[in-house]
């Protein structure tokens, strides 16, 4: 299973644009890159998943460069509600699609 | 999408006594998984959830200790045994929908005393 690497923390403030980059050096062919957001007392929730190039939903955009070794998630004009920790996952979609999870990228938006 | 329901969502727990944790999908998915996640830690795959027949583990996970069981495509339970503090956690539930997206439940908080 590919290990992946991410920024501890990070801050912001209201209406920035946040970019969390996440490495992946030994992403494998079958991988797809899935990012879930984290509130404290809650459960994992999904933000957006994908294979290469970019994918965007009403939620954020993800980029993936063609060698698949990194991803971006980017949340456009972030608010204080989206203060949580995003986690990277990469895990095929075929038939074993448990996920390993790293440290995960606390995000603090500041007023 | 899916809908999971974990039941308790919260309880208190007298050292060593063991609950079971249950997890409820409104929808058939392909696979279930249990996680678990320390106060201020990451999530830690216990093991997968597998339809009528043994859990898989993950190292440093056992039967002995975390009993799963997964009688059809959308009930599992996690069974925490023997409990002592150290076992105060999260343990949040995991499945994979049809169409290969990976929900999570909202997780059932354990304070063991």
């Known amino acids: 299973l590919a290990k992946t690497t991410q920024p501890i923390s990070m801050d912001s403030y209201e209406g920035q644009e946040v970019n969390i980059t996440c490495s992946h050096n030994?992403?494998?062919?079958?991988?797809?890159i899935t990012w879930y957001q984290q509130f404290p007392s809650q459960g994992p929730r999904f933000i957006i998943q994908?294979?290469?190039t970019k994918v965007t939903n009403e939620v954020a955009s993800l980029f993936i460069p063609a060698d698949r070794k990194s991803s971006t998630l980017s949340l456009p004009r972030v608010s204080l509600s989206d203060t949580a920790v995003y986690y990277c996952l990469v895990g095929d979609r075929g038939g074993y699609n448990k996920l390993i999870f790293g440290a995960g990228t606390r995000l603090a938006v500041h007023p | 999408s899916a809908v999971i329901s974990q039941k308790p969502s919260r309880d208190i727990c007298q050292r060593g006594t063991s609950l079971t944790i249950q997890c409820q999908v409104d929808?058939?998915?392909?696979?279930m998984f249990w996680y678990r996640q320390q106060p201020g830690q990451s999530l830690t795959l216990i093991a997968t959830?597998?339809?009528?027949?043994?859990?898989?583990?993950e190292s440093g996970f056992v039967i002995d200790k975390f009993p799963i069981s997964r009688p059809n495509l959308t009930f599992s339970t996690l069974t925490v045994s023997n409990m002592s503090p150290e076992d105060s956690s999260i343990y949040l539930c995991s499945v994979v929908t049809i169409g290969n997206t990976i929900y999570f439940g909202e997780g059932s908080w354990l304070t063991v005393v």
């Open positions: 994908g294979y290469k």
């Open positions: 030994n992403i494998a062919t079958n991988d797809y």
């Open positions: 929808s058939q998915v392909t696979m």
């Open positions: 959830a597998n339809q009528g027949s043994e859990a898989t583990y």
